[in-house]
C-alpha cells in the first residue's frame, strides 16, 4: 500500500474496512478502502487489522506489531493435532478393499510386457525397455504413474492388477505441515528436523518460543515456508517478529528454525563456501511391511554464492534451487565426484557414515509416516509402488 493505505490505524471496532482487488483485465491490484459506519470529519479513520480471527490469543499474535503482547505464559511445545486437522483441506481420499488383492498376488501372474499411462515426460522419453509399452489409454494401463494427486483406491482396488504410483494418504509426508507433525511422533527427530511451527494452528506457540529466546539474547532466525510450493516460492528468512506476524496473513505457512551454521561446500569458482542440498529418490513399496528402497545416486543443488549469515533477500546465497531462476549458473557435480571433494574438505567425516545416518533418517521418516492409521497416516494398499524424492540439507 502507499503511504495512505500504510496511515491507517488499527482498531478492534473500525469505521472502514480494506481489501485486496484485482482488475484481471489490466492485472493490477488495488487496496479498496470504504467506510462501514458514519464518518465525520476530521474523524481518524480505522481498519481492523487481524479481519476475521476470533480467536483471542491468535488475534493478539498477529497484533503484535502493533500491540506488542509477552506470551511467556504459553508452552513453546504444541500438542498434536487430531484426526480433523490431517482431513482439514484436502479432498478425501478413499480407501482400497484389500481382500481384493490376495487372489491377484497367491497367483503371482506376471505379463511379459507392461502396459504404462504416465503424466511425467521423463518417463516417456527414457523407459524404453522391452518389457513395458507406453501407451494413452488409463483403463488399459497396467502401471499408472500419476504427477497429480489420486484419491480413489477404492476404485483402484477393484481392478487389482493395476499398480500406482502413489499411497492413499501418503500427504501425511509431501506436504510440509504435515510432514512436521508426522515426524514429532519420532523422538529421534530432534536430531534431524529444526524447531517447527503452524502459523496457523500455532502462531501462539511459536510467539512464546521466539519471545524467551529473544529474552535470553539468542540467535533467533526463522525460515518461513507455505505449505504446499516448492521451487524455492514465497519464503522469507528473517528475525523479525513483526514481519513474521504480516506473513502469517498471507497463507497458510509453517515457520522453522533457520539451520544458521550448516555444513558448508567449498566450490573454487565462487571463491568461498556454499550452501548445497542433496536429493534421494526413496521408493516406497509397503506399509505392513514396511520396505523401501533408497538410490544411491543422489542428486546434488548448490547455492551461487558464499554463505553469510546476512543479505537474506539474495536467493543464491540462501538457496539452492537454482534451475527455475533466469541466468543463474546450474551447478551439476556427480555424486563420485562429489565424495572426492568431501574427503578432501571434511577427512574426518567419512562419506559411509554421513550417508548411513540419511539413511536413518529417512528410515525414521517413514516410520513415522506409518505410526499412525489413516488419515493420520499411510495407508496400506497393496499393488502400489510409490516415489519420493527427500532432500537433505546437510
Known amino acids: 500500500m502507499d503511504e ?12 472502514c474496512r480494506l481489501v485486496p482487488f484485482i482488475y484481471i483485465n489490466e492485472q493490477i491490484t488495488y487496496s479498496i478502502l470504504f467506510p462501514i459506519q458514519d464518518i465525520d470529519e ?23 506489531p502493533w500491540v506488542p503482547k509477552s506470551f511467556g505464559h504459553i508452552n513453546i511445545t504444541p500438542s498434536f493435532p487430531g484426526t480433523d486437522y490431517f482431513l ?6 478413499s480407501l482400497p478393499e484389500l481382500s481384493n488383492f490376495s487372489e491377484i498376488f497367491s497367483e503371482k501372474k506376471i505379463k511379459p510386457t507392461l502396459k504404462v499411462f504416465t503424466q511425467y515426460s521423463l518417463i516417456r522419453t527414457y523407459l524404453t525397455d522391452n518389457k513395458y509399452e507406453l501407451i494413452e ?3 488399459d494401463a497396467d502401471i499408472l504413474w500419476y504427477t497429480e494427486h489420486f484419491k480413489d483406491f477404492e476404485i483402484l482396488s477393484k481392478t487389482p492388477e493395476k499398480f500406482v504410483n502413489q499411497f492413499p494418504f501418503e500427504y501425511v509426508l509431501t506436504v510440509k505441515d504435515l510432514l512436521c507433525i508426522t515426524c514429532r511422533r519420532k ?4 536430531k534431524w528436523i529444526p524447531v517447527t511451527y503452524n502459523l496457523l494452528t500455532e502462531i501462539t506457540h511459536f510467539v512464546s518460543c521466539f519471545q524467551h529466546r529473544q529474552n535470553e539474547g539468542l540467535e533467533n532466525f526463522w525460515i518461513v515456508k507455505p505449505y504446499n510450493l516448492a521451487r524455492g516460492l514465497d519464503i522469507h528468512i528473517t528475525n523479525n517478529l513483526n514481519y513474521i506476524m504480516r506473513i502469517a496473513l498471507t497463507g497458510p505457512k509453517i515457520v522453522q528454525k533457520y539451520i544458521t551454521a550448516p555444513v558448508l561446500f567449498y566450490r573454487p569458482e565462487c571463491n ?19 520396505k523401501a528402497y533408497v538410490y544411491k ?4 543443488r548448490f547455492a551461487n554464492e558464499p554463505f ?17 531462476i533466469d541466468d543463474a549458473n546450474l551447478k551439476h557435480m556427480k555424486c563420485e565426484e562429489f565424495k572426492i571433494n568431501w574427503s578432501q574438505q571434511y577427512s574426518n567425516y567419512p562419506w559411509s557414515a554421513v550417508e548411513n545416518l540419511i539413511l536413518k533418517m529417512l528410515k525414521d521418516i517413514l516410520e513415522s509416516g506409518t505410526m499412525e492409521e489413516p488419515p493420520c497416516g499411510i495407508a496400506e494398499s497393496p499393488p502400489i509402488k510409490s516415489c519420493l524424492c527427500c532432500r537433505s540439507h546437510a
Not at 523422538?187 to 530432534?190: D, G, H, N, R, W
Open 4 to 15: 495512505i493505505g500504510s496511515a491507517i490505524l488499527h482498531n478492534d471496532n473500525p469505521n
Open 42 to 64: 476530521e474523524d481518524l479513520i480505522y481498519r481492523d487489522l487481524a479481519e476475521g480471527i476470533t480467536d483471542s490469543e491468535r488475534r493478539s499474535a498477529i497484533l503484535i
Open 88 to 93: 482439514s483441506g484436502h479432498i478425501n481420499e
Open 137 to 139: 489409454n488409463e483403463e
Open 187 to 190: 523422538k529421534t527427530s530432534e
Open 272 to 290: 568461498g563456501k556454499v550452501k548445497f542440498d542433496i536429493r534421494y529418490v526413496v521408493l516406497l513399496q509397503s506399509i505392513k511391511p514396511l
Open 297 to 300: 545416486e543422489f542428486f546434488l
Open 308 to 324: 553469510e549469515l546476512n543479505e537474506f533477500d539474495v536467493y543464491e546465497k540462501h538457496f539452492t534451487v537454482m534451475n527455475y
